[in-house]
């Protein structure tokens, strides 16, 4: 089973991961080992946006709960 620390230990070393949280498409990327880039994809009422923050590792610990369809994008 894929854990949080293999997950974040690859985010350091360059990965980038696309994921399913809250019902919507996220990709997150390391910023600075220490923390990490999440980009949400909304698309409601024929818009789309993309939303960018910069998140600490125990705010991605949290959401790792909640995290489905995990895949590499880079």
């Known amino acids: 089973m894929y854990t949080i620390e293999q997950f974040i230990n690859e985010l350091n070393e360059g ?3 696309e994921f399913r ?3 919507k498409t996220h990709k ?3 910023f600075d080992k220490k ?3 999440i980009k949400k994809f909304t698309n409601d009422n024929k818009s789309e946006r993309e939303e960018s ?4 590792e125990k705010v991605l610990k949290e959401m790792w709960k909640d995290i489905s369809d995990i895949t590499y994008s880079y």
């Open 21 to 23: 949280y809250m019902e």
């Open 35 to 37: 923390s990490y880039v």
């Open 15 to 17: 990965y980038i991961f």
């Open 28 to 30: 997150v990327m390391s």
């Open 53 to 56: 923050s910069i998140v600490e």
